[in-house]
Protein backbone atom coordinates (compact mmCIF):
# COMPACT_ATOMS: atom_id res chain seq x y z
CA UNK A 1 0.00 0.00 0.00
CA UNK A 2 1.36 3.23 -0.77
CA UNK A 3 1.40 5.93 1.61
CA UNK A 4 -0.15 8.69 0.13
CA UNK A 5 -3.56 10.38 0.91
CA UNK A 6 -5.18 8.80 -2.36
CA UNK A 7 -4.12 5.58 -0.45
CA UNK A 8 -5.48 6.77 3.04
CA UNK A 9 -9.13 7.61 1.74
CA UNK A 10 -8.57 3.99 -0.25
CA UNK A 11 -8.15 2.31 2.90
CA UNK A 12 -11.11 3.92 5.20
CA UNK A 13 -13.11 3.80 2.07
CA UNK A 14 -12.99 0.34 1.92
CA UNK A 15 -13.62 -0.77 5.34
CA UNK A 16 -16.41 2.00 5.55
CA UNK A 17 -17.80 -0.32 2.13
CA UNK A 18 -17.03 -3.72 5.08
CA UNK A 19 -19.71 -2.09 7.22
CA UNK A 20 -17.30 -0.22 9.71
CA UNK A 21 -19.33 3.19 10.86
CA UNK A 22 -16.94 5.96 11.49
CA UNK A 23 -17.38 6.46 15.72
CA UNK A 24 -16.04 8.62 18.61
CA UNK A 25 -14.03 7.36 21.41
CA UNK A 26 -17.54 7.92 23.76
CA UNK A 27 -19.59 5.97 22.12
CA UNK A 28 -17.65 3.04 20.02
CA UNK A 29 -19.20 -0.08 21.25
CA UNK A 30 -15.93 -3.49 21.04
CA UNK A 31 -18.62 -6.16 19.32
CA UNK A 32 -19.71 -3.11 16.78
CA UNK A 33 -17.88 -2.12 13.32
CA UNK A 34 -16.90 0.79 14.69
CA UNK A 35 -13.95 2.44 13.46
CA UNK A 36 -11.80 5.55 15.32
CA UNK A 37 -9.76 7.66 13.29
CA UNK A 38 -7.03 8.88 15.26
CA UNK A 39 -3.94 11.12 14.28
CA UNK A 40 -1.28 11.89 16.71
CA UNK A 41 -0.05 14.78 15.35
CA UNK A 42 4.29 14.02 16.20
CA UNK A 43 5.75 16.35 13.56
CA UNK A 44 3.59 18.04 11.10
CA UNK A 45 0.35 20.30 11.41
CA UNK A 46 0.50 21.17 8.08
CA UNK A 47 0.39 17.49 6.74
CA UNK A 48 -2.30 17.27 9.58
CA UNK A 49 -5.01 20.15 8.24
CA UNK A 50 -3.83 18.67 4.43
CA UNK A 51 -5.31 14.77 6.21
CA UNK A 52 -8.15 16.64 8.02
CA UNK A 53 -10.12 18.20 4.65
CA UNK A 54 -9.36 14.74 2.95
CA UNK A 55 -11.72 13.10 5.64
CA UNK A 56 -13.75 16.24 6.15
CA UNK A 57 -14.75 15.64 1.97
CA UNK A 58 -15.98 12.31 2.77
CA UNK A 59 -17.81 13.26 5.94
CA UNK A 60 -15.42 11.05 8.64
CA UNK A 61 -14.48 12.52 11.63
CA UNK A 62 -11.14 12.13 12.57
CA UNK A 63 -9.09 12.60 16.42
CA UNK A 64 -6.07 15.14 16.15
CA UNK A 65 -4.12 14.57 18.63
CA UNK A 66 -1.67 17.85 19.18
CA UNK A 67 1.53 17.99 21.53
CA UNK A 68 1.57 21.72 23.67
CA UNK A 69 5.22 20.65 24.24
CA UNK A 70 7.17 19.51 21.37
CA UNK A 71 10.44 20.97 19.81
CA UNK A 72 8.66 20.98 16.28
CA UNK A 73 5.80 22.91 15.96
CA UNK A 74 4.53 25.84 18.62
CA UNK A 75 0.86 25.30 19.18
CA UNK A 76 0.65 29.19 20.07
CA UNK A 77 1.99 30.50 16.57
CA UNK A 78 0.08 31.95 14.34
CA UNK A 79 -0.22 28.96 11.67
CA UNK A 80 -0.70 26.48 14.45
CA UNK A 81 -3.27 28.23 16.13
CA UNK A 82 -5.41 28.54 12.90
CA UNK A 83 -4.62 25.16 12.19
CA UNK A 84 -6.14 23.82 15.50
CA UNK A 85 -9.40 26.05 14.94
CA UNK A 86 -9.88 24.91 11.58
CA UNK A 87 -9.78 21.29 12.28
CA UNK A 88 -12.64 22.18 14.82
CA UNK A 89 -14.62 23.77 12.14
CA UNK A 90 -13.85 21.06 9.73
CA UNK A 91 -15.99 18.98 12.40
CA UNK A 92 -12.83 16.89 13.75
CA UNK A 93 -12.26 16.52 17.17
CA UNK A 94 -9.00 18.05 18.68
CA UNK A 95 -7.69 16.12 21.34
CA UNK A 96 -3.89 16.29 23.50
CA UNK A 97 -1.60 14.25 23.16
CA UNK A 98 0.66 14.27 26.08
CA UNK A 99 4.25 13.58 26.33
CA UNK A 100 4.81 11.76 29.91
CA UNK A 101 8.23 12.14 29.67
CA UNK A 102 8.84 15.37 30.37
CA UNK A 103 6.75 15.11 33.46
CA UNK A 104 8.19 13.75 36.81
CA UNK A 105 6.24 11.81 39.66
CA UNK A 106 3.92 9.45 39.61
CA UNK A 107 0.25 8.65 38.38
CA UNK A 108 -1.30 11.31 40.03
CA UNK A 109 1.34 14.27 39.12
CA UNK A 110 0.80 12.52 35.71
CA UNK A 111 -2.46 13.09 35.57
CA UNK A 112 -2.61 16.17 36.81
CA UNK A 113 -0.29 17.45 34.53
CA UNK A 114 -2.51 16.31 31.66
CA UNK A 115 -5.08 17.96 32.76
CA UNK A 116 -3.51 21.11 33.14
CA UNK A 117 -2.32 20.51 29.61
CA UNK A 118 -5.96 19.46 28.26
CA UNK A 119 -7.00 23.05 30.09
CA UNK A 120 -4.39 24.79 28.11
CA UNK A 121 -5.41 23.05 25.08
CA UNK A 122 -9.08 23.73 25.42
CA UNK A 123 -8.74 27.98 25.68
CA UNK A 124 -6.23 27.80 22.20
CA UNK A 125 -9.38 25.89 20.23
CA UNK A 126 -12.30 26.76 22.70
CA UNK A 127 -14.08 23.86 22.78
CA UNK A 128 -13.29 20.80 25.12
CA UNK A 129 -10.96 18.23 24.63
CA UNK A 130 -12.82 15.38 25.60
CA UNK A 131 -9.67 12.38 24.96
CA UNK A 132 -5.98 12.13 25.18
CA UNK A 133 -3.13 10.24 23.83
CA UNK A 134 0.26 9.40 24.95
CA UNK A 135 3.21 10.21 22.92
CA UNK A 136 5.26 7.09 23.03
CA UNK A 137 4.48 5.87 26.20
CA UNK A 138 6.54 3.54 28.18
CA UNK A 139 5.45 0.15 28.45
CA UNK A 140 4.67 0.55 32.16
CA UNK A 141 2.62 3.50 31.45
CA UNK A 142 0.79 1.97 29.05
CA UNK A 143 -0.13 -0.55 31.51
CA UNK A 144 -0.92 2.07 34.13
CA UNK A 145 -3.88 3.02 32.11
CA UNK A 146 -3.57 6.57 33.59
CA UNK A 147 -6.81 8.17 34.24
CA UNK A 148 -7.62 11.82 34.29
CA UNK A 149 -11.08 12.53 35.49
CA UNK A 150 -13.93 13.86 32.76
CA UNK A 151 -11.23 12.74 29.94
CA UNK A 152 -10.96 9.47 27.71
CA UNK A 153 -7.56 8.01 27.69
CA UNK A 154 -6.92 6.84 24.01
CA UNK A 155 -4.64 4.10 25.28
CA UNK A 156 -6.86 3.07 27.63
CA UNK A 157 -8.50 -0.65 28.07
CA UNK A 158 -11.32 0.16 26.40
CA UNK A 159 -10.08 1.79 23.44
CA UNK A 160 -6.66 0.12 23.55
CA UNK A 161 -7.26 -3.53 24.50
CA UNK A 162 -10.64 -4.25 24.47
CA UNK A 163 -11.12 -3.02 20.84
CA UNK A 164 -8.54 -3.81 17.81
CA UNK A 165 -5.76 -1.20 17.38
CA UNK A 166 -3.28 -0.72 14.17
CA UNK A 167 -0.72 2.07 13.91
CA UNK A 168 1.50 3.31 11.33
CA UNK A 169 3.93 4.06 13.55
CA UNK A 170 7.73 4.83 12.01
CA UNK A 171 5.74 5.12 8.46
CA UNK A 172 4.63 1.42 7.64
CA UNK A 173 2.71 -1.64 8.73
CA UNK A 174 5.09 -3.35 10.97
CA UNK A 175 2.36 -5.62 12.62
CA UNK A 176 -1.19 -5.91 11.36
CA UNK A 177 -2.05 -4.16 7.86
CA UNK A 178 -5.77 -2.44 8.71
CA UNK A 179 -7.55 -4.79 6.16
CA UNK A 180 -6.12 -7.88 8.28
CA UNK A 181 -6.74 -7.45 11.25
CA UNK A 182 -8.39 -10.06 13.63
CA UNK A 183 -11.09 -7.26 14.75
CA UNK A 184 -11.66 -6.26 11.00
CA UNK A 185 -12.27 -10.23 9.89
CA UNK A 186 -14.74 -10.65 13.36
CA UNK A 187 -16.10 -7.07 12.56
CA UNK A 188 -15.62 -6.04 15.63
CA UNK A 189 -14.71 -2.34 17.06
CA UNK A 190 -10.76 -0.64 15.30
CA UNK A 191 -8.93 2.11 16.52
CA UNK A 192 -6.83 2.79 13.55
CA UNK A 193 -3.90 5.70 14.50
CA UNK A 194 -2.22 7.50 11.57
CA UNK A 195 0.69 9.89 11.57
CA UNK A 196 -0.27 12.38 9.07
CA UNK A 197 3.53 13.24 7.78
CA UNK A 198 3.59 10.10 6.39
CA UNK A 199 0.38 10.17 4.55
CA UNK A 200 1.20 13.66 2.57
CA UNK A 201 3.59 15.15 0.26
CA UNK A 202 3.53 12.19 -1.95
CA UNK A 203 6.30 13.56 -4.05
CA UNK A 204 8.43 11.83 -1.35
CA UNK A 205 8.68 8.62 -0.95
CA UNK A 206 9.50 6.58 2.72
CA UNK A 207 9.93 7.81 5.65
CA UNK A 208 13.38 9.25 5.63
CA UNK A 209 12.80 11.44 2.54
CA UNK A 210 9.08 12.77 4.47
CA UNK A 211 11.37 13.34 8.14
CA UNK A 212 13.95 15.33 5.37
CA UNK A 213 11.19 16.98 3.63
CA UNK A 214 9.73 18.29 7.06
CA UNK A 215 12.91 18.85 8.74
CA UNK A 216 13.84 21.20 5.34
CA UNK A 217 10.48 22.61 5.60
CA UNK A 218 10.76 23.51 9.20
CA UNK A 219 14.01 24.74 8.47
CA UNK A 220 12.91 27.45 5.92
CA UNK A 221 10.34 28.67 8.47
CA UNK A 222 12.86 29.16 11.20
CA UNK A 223 15.66 30.69 8.60
CA UNK A 224 12.90 33.57 7.12
CA UNK A 225 11.85 33.93 10.80
CA UNK A 226 15.43 34.50 11.85
CA UNK A 227 15.96 36.82 9.06
CA UNK A 228 12.84 38.74 9.81
CA UNK A 229 13.92 39.21 13.27
CA UNK A 230 17.47 40.20 12.84
CA UNK A 231 18.94 42.23 10.18
CA UNK A 232 22.93 41.46 10.52
CA UNK A 233 21.55 37.60 9.77
CA UNK A 234 22.70 36.44 5.98
CA UNK A 235 19.22 34.21 5.29
CA UNK A 236 20.03 30.39 4.06
CA UNK A 237 16.94 30.68 1.66
CA UNK A 238 19.07 30.36 -1.34
CA UNK A 239 20.98 27.36 -0.47
CA UNK A 240 17.49 25.88 0.85
CA UNK A 241 15.91 26.96 -2.24
CA UNK A 242 16.46 23.33 -3.92
CA UNK A 243 15.03 21.88 -0.91
CA UNK A 244 11.97 23.79 -1.81
CA UNK A 245 11.86 23.13 -5.80
CA UNK A 246 8.87 20.66 -5.66
CA UNK A 247 6.86 22.21 -2.39
CA UNK A 248 7.42 26.07 -1.74
CA UNK A 249 8.44 27.25 1.25
CA UNK A 250 5.33 26.15 4.06
CA UNK A 251 2.89 28.56 5.81
CA UNK A 252 4.74 29.32 9.49
ZN1 LIG B 1 3.27 10.67 19.34
Given at each position: MDFTLTAYSELI???VRRG??????AETEAAAPHLVLR????FDLEAALRMAEAESQNGWRGHYFVLLRSVFYNPLSNFARHTLIRLVELGHDVGLHFDAA????DAAALSAAAEHECRLLEDLTGHPVEVFSLHRPALALLEQDLEVPGRINAYGSRHFRD????SDSRGAWYHDRPLEHAAVAQQRALQLLT??????????VGAQAKL?????????IVDADLATNCSV???LRGRLSELFAVNGLPDK
Open positions: GSLYRISGYHDIDLHLGIGYCHPIWWCHDDLEGFLARHQAYSP
